[in-house]
């Protein structure tokens, strides 16, 4: 896979990733399992490329 994916997108996307993985902890019930939203960002910021950014042709690595 092509890293498409710039450096400050890739830090947004982690901490975002963490932020959305919290909610696994802090929630309670099953609203908390929304939680797991946050793997697709912190997976797509960790490997540095995003397959939607492919399918749109947009690339913020410089």
Do not use: E, H
């Amino acid at each position: 896979m092509k890293k498409n994916v710039g450096q400050i997108d890739r830090w947004i996307r982690i901490a975002l990733g963490i932020v959305l993985l919290s909610l696994l902890v802090f929630l309670s019930g099953p609203v908390r399992w929304i939680g797991l939203i946050g793997l697709v960002p912190l997976i797509t910021g960790l490997v540095g490329s995003c397959p939607i950014y492919s399918i749109l042709k947009i690339n913020t690595n410089k």
